[in-house]
């Protein structure tokens, strides 16, 4: 399997996301998967603020987009930020997986004065792929519970408002109470997630 791994933290060498991206590789390449990574912070070329004005999309959309369709896996890392990936991750997710490429929208009841934007979406580029996200909050996992029935929480809204958009399945790993006082053995039990995250694809 060919995973396209987008890195979003801006510490792309010491952070936690950075351990948990190099212990994925690590043990993805030991299963015989090949890796292509795109640290975002580290791009030459920096995406501008999605606008949709900004048509045909900048040169590096249309790379990221040829990268994605020679790989059978795409992994978002990033931390979470107000419930959101970060800035750079959201940005990059506005502007690569975006339609006709990602998703098309159908109408349902074409000319219908009643439901004139009701209808569904039908899959493009990346259909039948497998999405992965990795995601780390700096509170504990009840921090979170009051929204986890709600949409609006990272794993949730990206599985069912942009992945089952594009008609692509969903997994996870996530992190909690990530912080820089984290205990060892704490660090340790989440890297060894990883490990079997990996080994399990």
């Known amino acids: 399997m060919k995973i396209c791994i ?14 948990v991206r190099d212990t994925f590789i690590d043990e993805a390449r030991q ?25 045909p999309p900048p040169k590096a959309v249309l790379d990221y987009r040829k990268r994605l369709e ?7 890392i990033s931390p979470c930020h107000n419930l959101r990936l970060n800035a750079i991750t959201e940005n990059w997710i506005d502007w690569v997986l975006h339609p006709t490429w990602f998703f098309t929208y159908r109408c349902m009841f074409p000319g219908s004065d009643y439901f004139k934007n009701y209808g569904y979406p ?13 995601i780390s909050y700096g509170g504990p996992m009840i921090t979170y ?15 069912k408002s942009v992945f089952q958009l594009g ?9 909690y109470s990530v912080l820089p006082n984290m205990a060892q053995k704490n660090f340790d039990h989440h890297m ?4 079997a995250f990996a080994r399990s694809l």
């Open 167 to 175: 008609g692509m399945s969903t997994r996870y790993l996530r992190f």
């Open 122 to 134: 039908v899959a493009g580029a990346m259909k039948g792929k497998l999405g992965l996200v990795s």
């Open 31 to 55: 299963c015989g998967h090949d890796i292509d990574l795109i640290n975002l912070f580290e791009e030459k070329t920096q995406l501008p603020f999605y606008q949709s004005t900004i048509n």
């Open 145 to 159: 519970f009051n929204f986890s029935v709600f949409d609006n929480i990272p794993y949730r809204r990206l599985k």
């Open 192 to 195: 060894k997630k990883v490990r």
């Open 70 to 76: 020679d790989a059978d896996a795409m992994f978002l």
């Open 6 to 19: 987008i890195f979003g933290h801006h510490d792309t060498k010491s952070s936690f996301n950075a351990h």
